[in-house]
């Protein structure tokens, strides 16, 4: 690692290559100074090909990029951008419809010998695989085999690489689980995945990754599955490691906000190609392709992404949405306790305001949403919507009509509609179901709410899956505004989509909330979204409420120690904010300041026209 | 979308109408019409439209779309098998019943599959049965799929009490070895091709009620359909337009399934004489009659049996098309 390796003098070594895409920039990911000289590896106008029944489908053209040995390089795009491509093509993954089809990839050894990965015969990957290059994927849950213990799991690549000592393998692996924050390595060791929760298990796989101190670690997505407030830990365990074994990283991400937190330098792409690459704080400061300032117009935790005029409701009017003490328990099984989801929750909602209710999985604000659109009727406490007590209710008719005025959109909109029907046939069930107006009427209404969501009229003949994410979602929305509801409860209805689409989606949400009146539940894990579109929030942790106010009070002055932590979370606190390379980042801790001083690059004008 | 139809239509051959294989090669092309769709619908204004390289990575290799020969195989001695059940005349002029030549000769250009120990052509008679056993087959089918899948959507959308009652009644049928149960029905209701259709139909009904109750269980769970209550939507009305059409797909497969063994089971019947009364030239009552010459004349036994395994493998494949289709 400490050999010198002059070519990188040279900023673009691969200038030449034929299939470099015109829009690559000069700078090709510089290394920040005071890191060894040689890029650790080096991505040179990679092109992957999928065969398909349809031919060949070109995901990734003309990829450029380097990781510099002790340095993050994160590679962002959205869904389809080709990004988990080019890490599966850097560790010989690709799926094996998937070819290499020109482009040079290759890897500095520690003597500074290169060598080309493209072409590498399987033999040779599976000595490369773990003690050269270590992957940590993306999703904890499904990439642990649920019937080993973590620590057979971890010994895994031990073993696939000629260790043989069983007591050598025990203590390294014992000696990992440590090093990635274990409190009891022996006792975990022994343990089955289904007994950690995700950011352990993500922490085994990353041990998993480093038992043979790879060069370079490939983080796809590494954190996408897991809670923000774990999220920020285990981002910062791999900062750690990396600092600490002079590994290099790879980090393929969505969030743009992540890397311009973590890394060194940023490779922005989409649809297959390089849209702009650099050192983060040149690209983050000083973006150059559209694209790129698109994302980070975009991306809630860096900036503005809706305009929204506060509401003023009436301070003497009954609110529209009232909860007092709402408690669910459920019968939990081997036990005669039964599980307390959600306890004691008290507020109000003024109409034609939003409240947020905001907390990691497991908080219980979700069942909230759904005791309040009636789909499940709390234990105990009352729930009042314009006068009606929804626990009251009884099935059947009542309860029907009262749906008319409270409308539920899903997380997912690839579940939420029914795969069978036309976009037409969703949008006008509802007003079937309520036998509203003739079918010519039903219609039109249904076109009218296309018109209203922003999606064209030849949507209406489509099936949903003919539509985009962010498409599917409008409909959801324009399906529950069609029978005209006071509140529409949106329980994660932003979480599942692209960064550009959820800024859309938020926008169009606003501008229906000014145009009609409607008064908005939304619930969500994500407080740099809430932050911008709610006007009331509630925090959740385990079923209770530790704290409800004014978004601005909540926010800006947490009183409660988990809501500072939820802060401290919110990716977008490192370079952008503070102007200071990685490491200038303030520990995450309870209080920290930068809780506070992240109101700073919010820039209301932002940069989208 | 209605290209991309046709072309992965026409490799079959386009005169599939009224076969179950056409209802397989339509739902691969909408399969393959609606992936094409999915990653093509570039023109979406939210800007994710870009899922062609992710899908493209995620999906294996497009092999499962092909129509595999097996499967046309299959389809074409179905539809020969149909043809022979609807339209004997074009096949065999002769009658089935009538002494056309000399009592137990061997296969030969004349008579291809020889003739029985009365003179009668057994090609003929293989010809004109298929009608008695294919027909009885899809009389048994219907008789499991309406009242199994009716069964199972009962008990998968209510729950509670009713579904325990109607499940463990399931149970006691499955407990029962398919052929005593059919061969109590046939003697309860007396012997006949219809008679024996009915009884074969009783021991599929707690396959399909189980199916379709599972297939239910989970469409019920779905967030459309939980999206469609929230919408005003009644119990029975979701169920007719949601939950019905979205669990057909396997139990359509089972249907496919079953006809092959209901032929199976009702030529059983016949073998063992309680199906359909000797002349008729059913195909287990040709193969019983063949069995007393097993010895001097194998054709008597062997061609009519290849005949009914043809025929029960070939709906096996194509159900199997059908399950795959449908996972897709």
Known sequence: MSAPAPDRTAPTPDRTAPN????????TAQVPDGTAPGPLLEVSGLQVGYRTRRGLVEAVRGVDLTVAPGAMTALVGESGSGKTTVAQSVIGLLADNGRVGAGSITLRGAGGTAEELVGLPARRWRELRGTRIGLIPQDPSSSLDPVRTIGASIGDPLRIHGWRDRDRIHTRVLDLLERVGFDDPAARARQYPHELSGGMRQRALIAAALALEPDLLIADEPTSALDVTVQATVLDLIDELRESTGAGVLLITHDLAVAADRADALVVMRHGAVEESGPARQVLAAPEAGYTRALLADAPSLRQVVQRRPPAPDPQAVPLLQVRDLRQEFASRGSRVPFLAVDRISFDVAAGTTHALVGESGSGKTTVGRAISGFRRPTAGSIQVAGTEVTALSAGRPLREFRRSVQLVHQNPFGSLDPRQSIAGILEEPLRNYRLGTRSTRQAAAREHLDLVGLPQDVAERRPRELSGGQRQRVAIARALILQPQLVVLDEAVSALDVTVQAQILRLLARLQEDLGLTYLFISHDLAVVRQVADTVSVMRRGQQVEQGPVARVLEDPHHEYTQQLLAAIPGGGPVTAGTPRGGRPPVTAGSPITTGRSVPLRPEGSRA | MSASTLRTVSPVSPSHEPSPASGDASLGATA?????AASGGAAAPDGASATGGTAASTTPPGRRRTLRPGVVLSALVLLLALAWALL????????????VGPALQAPSAAHWFGTDSTGRDLYTRVVHGASHSILAAT???????????TLGVIAGSLGGLVEDAIMRLVDVLLAIPGLLLSLSVVILLGFGTTNAAIAVGVTSIATFARLSRSRVLAVRRSEYVEAAFGSGGTLPGILWRHVLPNS???????????????ILQISTLGFLGYGAPPPTPEWGLLIAEGRDYVATAWWLTLLPGLVVAAVVLATNRL?????????A
């Open chain 2, 139 to 149: 009389v048994a089918v219907t008789v499991g799929l309406i009242a199994g899948t």
């Open chain 2, 88 to 99: 004997p005349q074009l096949f065999a002029g002769q009658s089935p019943t009538a002494t």
């Open chain 2, 319 to 327: 159900s199997t098309a059908i399950g795959q289709e449908d996972q």
């Open chain 2, 248 to 262: 057909a797909a396997p139990v359509v497969a089972l249907a496919a399934l079953q006809l092959g063994s209901a």
């Open chain 2, 32 to 36: 393959a019409s609606a992936a094409t």
């Open chain 1, 20 to 27: 470099r895409p015109a829009r690559a920039l000069d700078g």
